[in-house]
Nanobody, 123 residues
Framework: QVQLVESGGGSVQPGGSLRLSCAASGSIVSLNVMGWYRQAPGKERELVATITSGGSTNDADSVKGRFTISRDNAKNTVYLQMNSLKPEDTAVYYC?????????????????WGQGTQVTVSS
């Protein structure tokens, strides 16, 4: 019903920057809260940042001041600008969205995940 396609992941040296993008498509009536999560090897998936349709944001203490989440409602896209990257930021980053869809005449509200994109920060 909703597909989340991520891009922008890769490898970078400590102190570097990356910009992740996540574009939503499908039978979307509305996109509500969108966010980014990450999961490092051997660890649980954790919240990175979220943003409402109105632009209100929350982010984890570990990334505050370094990462910025934003969205373009016209493009159904959420972004994560990552600056001053540290080795401990290395993880698979996942896009997440709460959405209302209309498929076959049925309206449904569900939560969706992207496929995940690898971010590696190392020397």
């Amino acid at each position: 019903q909703v597909q989340l396609v991520e891009s922008g992941g890769g490898s970078v040296q400590p102190g570097g920057s990356l910009r992740l993008s996540c574009a939503a498509s499908g039978s979307i009536v509305s996109l509500n809260v969108m966010g980014w999560y990450r999961q490092a090897p051997g660890k649980e998936r954790e919240l990175v940042a979220t943003i409402t349709s109105g632009g209100s944001t929350n982010d984890a203490d570990s990334v505050k001041g370094r990462f910025t989440i934003s969205r373009d409602n016209a493009k159904n896209t959420v972004y994560l600008q990552m600056n001053s990257l540290k080795p401990e930021d290395t993880a698979v980053y996942y896009c997440n969205a709460d959405a209302i869809t209309n498929r076959g005449g049925y309206y449904r509200r569900s939560n969706y995940w992207g496929q995940g994109t690898q971010v590696t920060v190392s020397s």
